[in-house]
């Protein structure tokens, strides 16, 4: 099975999670994606469920396939949201924004009682930071806060190259208004440290490190599919089943 497929199983196993009446957070991103696509199609055989996306981009296939949606406005507590991520280390800490939405994604998610992440298994990883952490930034002051965050970055004994994200040649622009920059840091064995400090520089919006927000992991992998609990307290282990 190639990745696309092992996305796809990975959100058919999610979907086990989905009851009716839920009020469900929906992720952005090609798994994201897949998900929407099987959400569609129980909707269309009667189940009841409102979404609200996590991008313009997932509103769009949501409403093309029928999936009801609402906002956080009218619907400011949700039940489950799932969403994919770009890595996700054993304790369930992600890096997410690849797909630029981590801003709606991490807002999102922490209006939710649930997240379970959904991804191929290429995405899991003994630690962070292989994929580029994307940190979304306000337009206004782009270069003072570019310098900000390799300082940040300095002090924490991380470096590497910190990029403005660009698409037809052109910055590329989130839902919210803001540019993103990604961060090539190489391992981040302290994410909490590297989360305030990036928090603690004013032009920071938000970054895409996702601390105790995912509950559970759902991926799928060439021997089937593995799901992954967060530990419920400090200091408490972590369950693996492999389905
Ligand atoms: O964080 C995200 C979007 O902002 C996506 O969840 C992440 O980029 C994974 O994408 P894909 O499912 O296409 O591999």
Do not use: W, Y
Not at 61 to 70: K, W, Y
Not at 214 to 223: E, H, N, P
């Amino acid at each position: 099975m190639d990745a696309r497929q092992l996305k796809v199983e990975a959100a058919r196993a999610a979907l086990v999670h989905v009851s009716d009446g839920m009020r469900l957070g929906i992720g952005t991103g090609t798994t994201a994606d897949a998900f929407v696509r099987l959400l569609a199609e129980k909707v269309a055989t009667g189940l009841t469920v409102i979404g609200v996306p996590t991008s313009e981009r997932t509103a769009a296939l949501c409403r093309e396939l029928g999936v009801p949606l609402s906002t956080l406005e009218e619907t400011p507590e949700l039940d489950l949201t799932i969403d994919g991520a770009d890595e996700i280390d054993p304790a369930l800490t992600l890096i997410k924004g690849g797909g630029g939405a981590l801003l709606r994604e991490k807002i999102v998610a922490a209006a939710s009682k649930r997240m379970i992440v959904i991804a191929d298994q290429s995405k899991m990883v003994e630690t962070l930071g292989r994929f580029p952490l994307p940190i979304e930034v306000n337009k206004f002051g782009l270069r003072a806060t570019e310098i900000a965050v390799r300082a940040a970055a300095t002090g924490l004994g991380l470096a590497g190259p910190v990029t403005l994200r660009m698409t037809g040649g052109q910055p590329f622009v989130t839902d919210g208004g803001h540019f993103i920059l990604d961060a090539s840091f190489g391992r981040i064995p302290d994410t909490r440290a590297l989360s305030n400090a990036l928090f603690a520089i004013p032009g920071v919006v938000e970054h895409g490190l996702f601390i105790g927000l995912a509950s559970t992991a759902i991926i799928a992998g060439g021997d089937g599919i593995q799901t992954v609990h967060a530990a419920r307290k400090p200091g408490s282990s972590i369950d693996h089943d492999v389905a």
